[in-house]
C-alpha cells in the first residue's frame, strides 16, 4: 500500500515539475542568457521524460514543416559559408565552440522541440495559462517597482546605481529592462482583465498595474519598447471591446504622469522628445515661407555620386535624404546600421551568408563602398574610426529582424520565415474575428500572444537579434503557446 502511494506521489511530482518549469520562465529571462538557456533545456528534458512516460498523445501541423525547412536549411547554409575557405571562415577560427555559428545553428532545433512539446502539455490539459500569467504579474511588478525606485532614489534594491536616462533595475550594467517588461507585460495585465467579473476594487489594481508598468518602461531608457507597448495597449483598446474602457483609462491616467515627468525632469523630456527628431517628422511638412525655401535651394551645394561608373549630381538636401535618412532616423545610429545590413544582404542576396556573418561582414563592407560617400558629406559627433566610412556602421547584427534574416539567410530563408509569419497573422486575425462573435474568457487568454507576437514581427522597429537565446525563446514560446491553445480551440 505504501508503494502504491508513493507511485501516485511520484506521478503528481513529475507533473509539477513539468508545471514549475514552465510558469518560472519570466523569471529565468531576469537572471540572464545562460539561466535562460539552461532553464529550456532542463524543461525540454522533463517534459520528454512526462510525455514518454505518460504516452501523452502528440500533433502534427502542415505549417510545421515550413519551420523543419528554415532551420534545416540555415544550418546547412550557415555550414556551408563557414566551411568555405575565404576572409569569413579565417575570422572565427579562434573563438570557442559553444559561440561557432555552425554549433548555434544546429542548436535552434530546440525551438522545433519546444513547439512540439507546448502543443503536447497543453493538448493534454497539463499546463495553465492563467498561472503563467499570475508567475509573469509577480516578476514584472517586481521589476517595475526596482526600476521606479531606482529612478527616484537613485539606487535600486540590488545597490545598482541609474545612469541617468538608463534605469536597468535588476538587470544591472545590461540595459534591457524595458525590452523585458514589454515582452511580459502584456501577460501580467490579462491575469486580471481575463476575469469577467471585476470589482472596482479590481479595476483600480488593473489601472495601476499598467499605469506602473508602463511608467517603469519610461523609465528604462527603451523608446522603441516603451513605445511598442503603448502601441500593444492602443491595440488592445482599438479590437478589443470588453477590455476597451478600462485599458483607455489606464492610458489616460499615464499619459497625465508622463507629462507631469517630462515637465519636471529635462533629461527624460529631452531623451522622449529626441524621437521625434529621429523620425523627422516635422520634414514630412513645409511650413517655411517659399521665398525662403526657394532661396535655401539656390544655395545648395551640388554632390556628386558614383555607382558602377554612373555619375550623378544631387542637391546636398536630396543626398541627404536619400543617404542620412532626413525623413527616417536623421539623427539615429540604426540608420547607418540598417544601410550597412542592405549592403552586406547585397554581397549574397539569395541564400544570404549564415548565421554571425554581419558582425563579421560588416567590416568589409566601408571600403567596398567608400566611392559612394562624397568629400562634402560629413556626420557630427563620430569618432575618427567612424568618419572614415560615416555612412555605414558595424554591430553584431542589424537592429532589425528583417534586415538580419535578409543578410543572413537571404531571400530563401527569409521567404520561409515570412511565410511562416503570414500563417501567425492569419491565424491572430481569425482568433479575433471569432473572439468578436463568441466573446469568452478561455478565448481572452491568447490575446496577449496575439498582441506580443505581432509587435515582435513588426517591421518599421528596431530590436534585438532574432537569433539570441533571450529574444529567440521568448518568440518561440509565444509562438508555441498561440499554436498550441488554438488548435485546443478548434477541438
Not at 6 to 13: E, G, L, R, V
Not at 32 to 41: A, D, K
Not at 46 to 72: A, D, M, P, Q, V
Not at 112 to 133: A, G, R, Y
Request: glycine share 4%.
Amino acid at each position: 500500500m505504501i508503494k502504491l502511494k508513493d507511485i501516485k506521489n511520484q506521478k503528481i511530482n513529475d507533473i509539477k515539475v513539468v508545471e514549475i518549469l514552465f510558469y518560472l520562465f519570466p523569471l529565468s529571462f531576469i537572471l540572464g542568457n545562460l539561466i535562460i538557456n539552461l532553464h529550456l533545456l532542463i524543461f525540454i528534458v522533463f517534459s520528454f521524460f512526462l510525455i514518454n512516460k505518460k504516452g501523452l498523445n502528440t500533433r502534427f501541423e502542415y505549417y510545421y514543416w515550413i519551420l523543419i525547412s528554415f532551420f534545416l536549411y540555415f544550418f546547412l547554409l550557415t555550414t556551408f559559408q563557414f566551411h568555405y575557405p575565404e576572409f569569413i571562415n579565417e575570422k572565427i577560427k579562434d573563438w570557442p565552440f559553444e559561440s561557432q555559428p555552425i554549433f548555434k545553428s544546429f542548436i535552434f532545433v530546440r525551438f522545433i522541440i519546444l513547439i512540439f512539446i507546448v502543443d503536447t502539455l497543453f493538448f493534454n490539459k497539463i499546463l495553465s495559462l492563467k498561472k503563467l500569467f499570475l508567475f509573469s504579474l509577480l516578476c514584472t511588478s517586481f521589476v517595475s517597482f526596482d526600476i521606479i525606485l531606482q529612478y527616484f532614489t537613485g539606487t535600486d534594491l540590488f545597490g545598482y546605481k541609474t545612469h541617468k536616462t538608463w534605469n536597468s533595475g535588476p538587470f544591472g550594467d545590461e540595459f534591457i529592462a524595458g525590452g523585458y517588461l514589454q515582452k511580459f507585460s502584456f501577460l501580467s495585465f490579462f491575469y486580471f482583465l481575463i476575469n469577467k467579473n471585476q470589482s472596482k476594487n479590481d479595476k483600480l489594481i488593473i489601472i495601476l498595474i499598467i499605469v506602473s508598468h508602463l511608467t517603469a518602461m519610461l523609465f528604462a531608457g527603451n523608446k522603441m519598447s516603451f513605445l511598442l507597448s503603448v502601441f500593444g495597449c492602443v491595440l488592445l483598446v482599438l479590437f478589443i471591446k470588453n477590455i476597451r474602457i478600462i485599458m483607455s483609462v489606464s492610458l489616460i491616467c499615464f499619459f497625465a504622469v508622463f507629462l507631469i515627468l517630462i515637465q519636471n525632469d529635462s533629461k527624460l523630456k529631452n531623451r522622449y522628445v529626441s524621437v521625434l527628431n529621429e523620425i523627422n517628422i516635422l520634414k514630412v511638412f513645409d511650413f517655411s515661407n517659399k521665398k525662403d525655401s526657394k532661396e535655401k535651394t539656390e544655395k545648395k551645394v551640388k554632390v556628386t555620386q558614383e555607382w558602377k561608373g554612373v555619375k550623378t549630381e544631387w542637391s546636398e538636401g536630396i543626398w541627404r535624404k536619400n543617404w542620412e535618412g532626413i525623413i527616417i532616423l536623421r539623427t539615429s545610429g540604426y540608420n547607418r546600421i540598417f544601410r550597412t545590413a542592405i549592403a552586406v544582404w547585397k554581397e549574397n542576396p539569395i541564400f544570404g551568408s549564415g548565421l554571425k556573418s554581419f558582425r563579421i561582414l560588416c567590416w568589409e563592407v566601408g571600403p567596398k563602398y567608400k566611392h559612394l560617400e562624397p568629400k562634402e558629406h560629413k556626420v557630427k559627433n563620430t569618432t575618427a574610426a567612424e568618419a572614415k566610412f560615416s555612412i555605414f556602421s558595424c554591430s553584431t547584427h542589424p537592429h532589425n529582424y528583417y534586415l538580419e534574416l535578409l543578410s543572413e539567410s537571404g531571400l530563401v530563408g527569409t521567404i520561409l520565415m515570412i511565410a511562416f509569419f503570414l500563417v501567425l497573422l492569419s491565424k491572430s486575425f481569425h482568433h479575433l474575428k471569432q473572439y468578436s462573435r463568441h466573446a469568452n474568457s478561455e478565448m481572452l487568454f491568447l490575446i496577449p500572444f496575439i498582441v506580443v507576437i505581432f509587435i515582435d514581427i513588426w517591421p518599421l522597429r528596431s530590436s534585438g537579434s532574432f537569433f539570441t537565446s533571450g529574444n529567440a525563446t521568448f518568440f518561440w514560446l509565444s509562438v508555441a503557446i498561440f499554436l498550441a491553445n488554438k488548435k485546443i480551440e478548434k477541438n
